[in-house]
């Protein structure tokens, strides 16, 4: 695994790490949820973000990224590619750095906007999960 891989790594190391979690759901059988409250459990700042749902298990969600409070470290995409890619559109246009797509999020056209955009990203399979499986909760 290469560079971007240490770089998120790095990333979700800092105390202070700050997660749009795109696609997160109320449904506690997809991953949307499961995500969510594993990040929420590692210590992370999670902001979830669907357009359908005023809270994600009573945690204030936002409808897209530019309602966001502030600018987050990662925006973590685990949705279908074809609404992935408006929501990585329009996380460029606000000038955001770091992309990770889940697992299924990722596609061609995906990987494409992201080659040119120059930003970090991560769609090769690796789930934010896994990596951050080493982070102990915050107290």
Known sequence: MGSEHDYFRALLGKNNCKIALVG??????????????????????????????????????????????????IVNFVLPPKLGKLTLEEGLKLNLDNFWFQPGAESPEIIEILEKSGKHYLADGSCIMVMSAQRRASA
């Open 24 to 73: 997160a759901t109320n449904d506690k059988s997809k991953y949307g949820n499961i995500i969510l409250h594993h990040l929420l459990g590692k210590g992370y700042r999670v902001y979830p973000v669907n357009p359908r749902a005023k809270t994600i298990d009573g945690i204030p969600a936002y409808a897209n990224l530019s309602s966001l409070p502030e600018k987050v470290d």
